[in-house]
T-cell receptor
Framework: LAKTTQPISMDSYEGQEVNITCSHN???????ITWYQQFPSQGPRFIIQ???TKVTNEVASLFIPADRKSSTLSLPRVSLSDTAVYYC??????????FGAGTTVTVRA | NAGVMQNPRHLVRRRGQEARLRCSPM?????VYWYRQLPEEGLKFMVY????????ESGMPKERFSAEFPKEGPSILRIQQVVRGDSAAYFC?????????????FGPGTRLTVL
């Protein structure tokens, strides 16, 4: 599995856009990039997945440059309820998910 | 449609006792996965089960841990003779029967504390 590096924590204010970058220099050809969100005392929740270029859904956008050695999760106009830990996972699209320490995003009023 | 359900949400055991953690997958899901999250760490895969079959238990400790997913009823993660190092949050996830590439839906977890 490709090793990932993401910031330990990020602070933001309500209404701002939050961008979390994940580095994965050793990403393999068959690896996908997947982001999960975890609130305190809850299980992770799938946010978005991509392979290359840009993916957008109702929750977030995922930007992946051509070399795929990094990716950026973009959360538009965050609210207090977006305070959570965000995990970047890189690996083949199979069942054995591997979570790192994640990025703790704190949104303030 | 109810999500993945786990019980109990909190479990306290003394060293040497047994812990039984239950997971009911989402309706229509036949794949179940168990993960463990130690304090200050990310979730680590333990085992993948389908009805009456263990597909991959490569993440399970070799001793004291076992898992099952019977034809009827919830999936059970069993920890015998618990030790303090077993204290963690245990999460169950499920996915539809279409294939392992489907999104996994996680339950709220069971927090095990070993005294």
């Amino acid at each position: 599995l490709a090793k990932t590096t993401q910031p330990i924590s990020m602070d933001s204010y309500e209404g701002q856009e939050v961008n979390i970058t994940c580095s994965h220099n050793n990403i393999a050809t068959n690896d996908y990039i997947t982001w999960y969100q975890q609130f305190p005392s809850q299980g992770p929740r799938f946010i978005i997945q991509g392979y290359k270029t840009k993916v957008t859904n109702e929750v977030a956008s995922l930007f992946i440059p051509a070399d795929r050695k990094s990716s950026t999760l973009s959360l538009p106009r965050v609210s207090l309820s977006d305070t959570a830990v965000y995990y970047c996972l890189v690996g083949p699209n199979d069942y054995k998910l591997s979570f790192g320490a994640g990025t703790t995003v704190t949104v303030r009023a | 449609n109810a999500g993945v359900m786990q019980n109990p949400r909190h479990l306290v055991r003394r060293r040497g006792q047994e812990a039984r953690l239950r997971c009911s997958p989402m309706k229509g899901h036949s794949h179940v996965y168990w993960y463990r999250q130690l304090p200050e760490e990310g979730l680590k895969f333990m085992v993948y089960l389908q009805k009456e079959n263990i597909i991959d238990e490569s993440g399970m400790p070799k001793e004291r841990f076992s898992a099952e997913f019977p034809k009827e009823g919830p999936s059970i993660l069993r920890i015998q003779q618990v030790v303090r190092g077993d204290s963690a949050a245990y999460f169950c996830a499920s996915s539809p029967p279409r294939g392992v590439q489907d999104t996994q839906y996680f339950g709220p977890g069971t927090r095990l504390t070993v005294l």
